[in-house]
């Protein structure tokens, strides 16, 4: 997909978001807290829904310095 969005290659990112997506979302399941109840918990869970819906934005508008911080803030 960054090669894609490098390229700006807005049909090739549409075509492979919602599997990028998919995935990210199995990840979250997999990394989701079992106690909903921590508030640390879910602060965490916000703020990496907060980056996803980020990214998902910035993948639809081809937006390569979004994509990019947001890889960023996921990383910090």
Known sequence: ME????????????AETPVFLQGLR??????K???EDSEAEDE???YLCEK?????????TA????RLLCMDSLKE
């Not at 090669?3 to 549409?14: E, I, N, T, V, Y």
């Not at 980020?54 to 993948?59: D, I, K, L, R, T």
Request: hydrophobic fraction near 45%; glycine fraction near 8%.
């Open 52 to 60: 996803l819906r980020a990214m998902q934005a910035a993948y639809a």
């Open 33 to 35: 807290p079992k106690d």
């Open 26 to 31: 199995a990840v979250i399941e997999k990394i």
């Open 63 to 66: 937006d390569l310095a979004g």
């Open 3 to 14: 090669q894609a969005g490098r390229m700006r290659d807005a049909g090739r990112l549409s």
């Open 44 to 46: 965490d869970q916000a």
